[in-house]
């Protein structure tokens, strides 16, 4: 599969998206744990279908340390109990602030609720920034249908 454009070849892709990449790599440094944005990142491309983001965001976590077992199941996160309540309400906000066009309510006060009870504004914040971040990113990827599958862990940090 050929992606319908080259990002690294385009010169108007080129301005734009060096900045776009710089302001994924900060989000690494913001006052998430690491886990967190890794499976947040990982449930909001498969909830866009976007297979290179999949690819990427599966093999960093597992180059982090994160389990298989966790890994299979963050599709299923509400049905498993290999997560944190606090890992359950990131990937519970991930999924409505992804969702917001297939629910009207968007993100609901309950869900908001339990995700400051574990995460502070610092926290939250970051949060926020890395769903609307991977949405985007989500977007072009599939948009241009950007083929998965030869990423290696760390190549774009």
């Not at 990937?91 to 969702?99: H, I, P, S, V, Y």
């Amino acid at each position: 599969m050929d992606a319908r454009l080259d990002y690294f070849a385009n010169p108007t892709a080129g301005k734009v998206l060096k900045h776009f990449m710089s302001a994924g790599r900060a989000l690494k440094d913001l006052p998430l744990p690491a886990a967190t944005q890794e499976l947040v990142a990982l449930r909001v491309s498969q909830i866009n279908g976007c297979a290179v983001c999949i690819d990427m965001h599966t093999k960093d976590a597992a180059a982090a340390g994160e389990t298989p077992v966790r890994l299979n199941l963050v599709a299923a996160w509400r049905e498993a109990t290999v997560f944190t309540e606090a890992e359950r309400a990131a990937l519970a906000l991930a999924e409505q602030g992804t969702r917001i066009a297939d629910a009207a309510a968007g993100v609901t006060d309950e869900v908001w609720a339990q995700a400051a009870k574990h995460y502070d504004e610092e926290q939250l914040t970051a949060l926020v920034l890395l769903i609307a971040f991977m949405n985007a990113a989500n977007r072009l990827n599939v948009i241009t249908q950007q083929p998965a599958g030869d990423y290696e862990p760390g190549m774009f940090h």
